[in-house]
Structures are given as C-alpha cells and as structure tokens.
C-alpha cells in the first residue's frame, strides 16, 4: 500500500507541477492545484504507511497539504470568478450601446495575429503611460522556447485592435520584421512611433 500511495504521489505531483507551470487560466492552475492536494495526501498516507518516515518530512507535507487547499480556493474560487466576470462585462458590452470592453487580465499571454491569421506571437507585457493613463505599447515575444532565444518586440497601440476575444495586428511581415528587436532588459522608456511616422 505503501508504494502505490508513493507512485499516485508521484503521478499526482507531477501533474499538477505541468499544469501549473502552463499557466492556462484559472480553472487549470486550479485543477493542477488539485492535483498537488492528491498528490500531498498520498504523500502523508505513504509517511504513515512508512516505518522510518522522519516526522519533519510528515509535518512538511501536512503543510504543504494546507498551501495547497489554499490554492484550489485560491484558482478555482476567487480567481475564477474574477474570470468569469470579466468575460461576462467583455460579452455583454458587445450587445449593448457602450465601447466594447477588452479585459486587461486577458491582455498578458494573449495571442497576437497577423491580418492574415498567422500568429505574430504572445504579449508578456504592457507598458502604460501614468499621465495619460494610456498604453504605450505592448511587448510582444516570439519564437524561442519557454522564453529561451525568444525575440521581443514593443508594437505601438496604432497596430493592435482588440476585437472580441482576440489580439490583431495590423502590420505587413516586412512592417513587422522591421520593429526593432528589444535587447536584453533595454526596454522603450516611451511608446515607439506607429511605423507609418518612422
């Protein structure tokens, strides 16, 4: 009993670690945390089940336990009721006489497309500008793996349109090569000139 409460540990675990780590929403980061809470109790049921268990690896895992009933109520409580409500106020303004609303939570790891469909890449980031409180331009990174050899670029609020559930970008391919890469943690300090001002 012991070494299948170890193996559904195990699985468990590691699970929720990939699901977590995917950072998908609030619903999967939820559910990861689930997983963690299984895996956490077949981690106990294994310290009990064990004969030379030491209790400070028992008291982690009754703690862990606890961080991790947190985080489902963290993920699948509040923050996916914030979820919800703002996909409700982006819907439901759509219908009514007001601007359509975009969800500022929704803007980070949003998918940014070309005219033609093609994925452009992923937005990290947004930069606003505090006296006007406007945006001054998104960074969007693409290409790479998990961040690594990515190249990011500060794409101008001119060249986004914020449609519906979706990010587009107005620029042609050749527009778009010639932003300028960002280099290293050199960040614009200002909103770069739409490219038809360049």
């Not at 980031?125 to 409180?133: H, L, P, V």
């Amino acid at each position: 009993m012991e070494e299948i409460a170890g193996w559904i540990a195990l699985i468990a675990t590691v699970t929720a670690a990939l699901m977590t780590a995917a950072n998908l929403g609030a619903r999967v980061t939820g559910w990861g945390f689930v997983m963690f809470t299984l895996g956490t109790v077949a981690w106990i049921v294994a310290d009990v089940l064990g004969a030379e268990t030491p209790l400070s690896l028992l008291v982690t895992h009754c703690v862990l336990l606890l961080v991790n009933v947190f985080g489902v109520w963290r993920w699948l409580g509040r923050q996916a009721h914030y979820e919800d409500s703002r996909k409700q106020a982006s819907e439901s303004s759509r219908w009514q006489r007001v601007p359509t609303l975009f969800s500022g939570g929704a803007l980070i790891g949003a998918t940014v497309k070309s005219p033609g469909e093609k994925p452009r890449g992923t937005i990290v980031d947004a930069m606003f500008e505090c006296d006007s409180r406007r945006l001054a331009y998104a960074v969007v990174s693409e290409g790479g793996v998990a961040g690594a050899g990515e190249t990011l670029r500060a794409i101008p609020p001119a060249h986004l349109v914020f449609a519906e559930d979706e990010i587009r970008c107005d620029l042609s391919d050749s527009d778009w090569q010639a932003l300028p890469p960002i280099e290293d943690d050199h960040w614009p300090t200002k909103a770069p000139p739409p490219v038809k001002d360049r």
